[in-house]
């Protein structure tokens, strides 16, 4: 059996469209649905009954192509099934499913600009569609995941602990069903009585000149022969030096929750 004149199915659909229109009334798409799934069991017999009715390198399966060469028989009825299937795959499905849940939809025709469906779009071959710019939704936490590739840590949040923790795997899984963040900057704050004692250095600059704390009040602390408060040592960004091995580090601490 000759099957490189086999018609594509989209153009069996096209006819069947164009056969059931008149001047009167709507195009019939039951004709065309007829005529589709007709077409399709006459060539699921054929491949079942004359091996020589082959897959062919196009990978279409069933004749479906413009001319390919058939030269290998299926494996089996299945997988003949399964060529036919990604044959008859519909390029436009999503849009068609973005237009039933309310979106807009948009065409061209070879690459001229975008207009806007009025009403409900022909779905033609040879024309291109896509759901309006506007109402594509946004992927799933895209700010997040621009944080993410610049650097930033993610957080997610923990249903069982009631809290927000840092995600442990790089990148982060990203399921739907949870909340996640970027983990915020801390908020830092001057340092207190409790965190500085006697004998603590300070410094504004570790290569220069270098005092000692030697009082220590609720407010301010006593360097030498000067006051500071706890406010102008952050705001001065003095370092402070306790000798536990950490070296100089900011006169500031992180603000509890």
């Known amino acids: 059996m000759?099957?490189?004149?086999?018609?594509?199915?989209?153009?069996?659909?096209r006819d069947a469209y164009f056969t059931s229109q008149n001047p009167y009334n709507a195009p019939n798409w039951g004709n065309v649905s007829d005529a589709v799934i007709a077409e399709h069991e006459r060539r699921k017999a054929t491949a079942i009954l004359h091996p020589d009715y082959l897959t062919g390198p196009d990978g279409n399966g069933y004749?479906?192509?413009?001319?390919a060469t058939y030269n290998s028989p299926p494996k089996s009825v299945t997988e003949g099934q399964a060529a036919l299937t990604t044959?008859?795959?519909?390029?436009?499905?999503?849009?068609?499913?973005?237009?039933?849940?309310?979106?807009?939809?948009?065409c061209r025709?070879?690459?001229?600009?975008?207009?806007?469906?009025?009403?409900t779009p022909c779905w033609f071959h040879d024309v291109e569609y896509r759901v309006h710019p506007d109402d594509v939704e946004p992927e799933p936490f895209a700010a997040e995941k621009a944080a993410h590739a610049q650097g930033k840590r993610i957080q997610y949040f923990s249903k069982s602990s009631l809290e927000w923790l840092d995600c442990d795997r790089c990148p982060p899984s990203w399921l739907p069903h949870y909340a996640y963040r970027v983990k915020p900057e801390p908020v830092l704050v001057p340092l207190g009585p409790d965190d500085v004692k006697c004998g603590d250095l300070m410094t504004s600059n570790p290569n220069d000149r270098v005092t000692m704390v030697i009082g220590i009040n609720p407010h301010c602390i006593l360097v030498g022969i000067f006051e500071y408060s706890f406010e102008k040592l952050l705001d001065s960004g003095?370092?402070?030096?306790?000798?536990?091995?950490?070296?100089?580090?900011?006169?500031?601490?992180e603000a509890k929750p």
């Open 63 to 67: 004749g479906v192509g413009t001319g």
């Open 87 to 106: 044959a008859m795959a519909d390029p436009k499905a999503e849009c068609k499913a973005a237009f039933k849940a309310g979106k807009r939809i948009q």
């Open 238 to 253: 003095f370092l402070i030096n306790r000798n536990d091995g950490k070296g100089w580090v900011a006169c500031s601490k």
């Open 2 to 13: 000759k099957t490189d004149n086999e018609k594509p199915l989209w153009q069996i659909a």
């Open 109 to 119: 025709d070879d690459k001229k600009p975008w207009m806007d469906c009025d009403s």
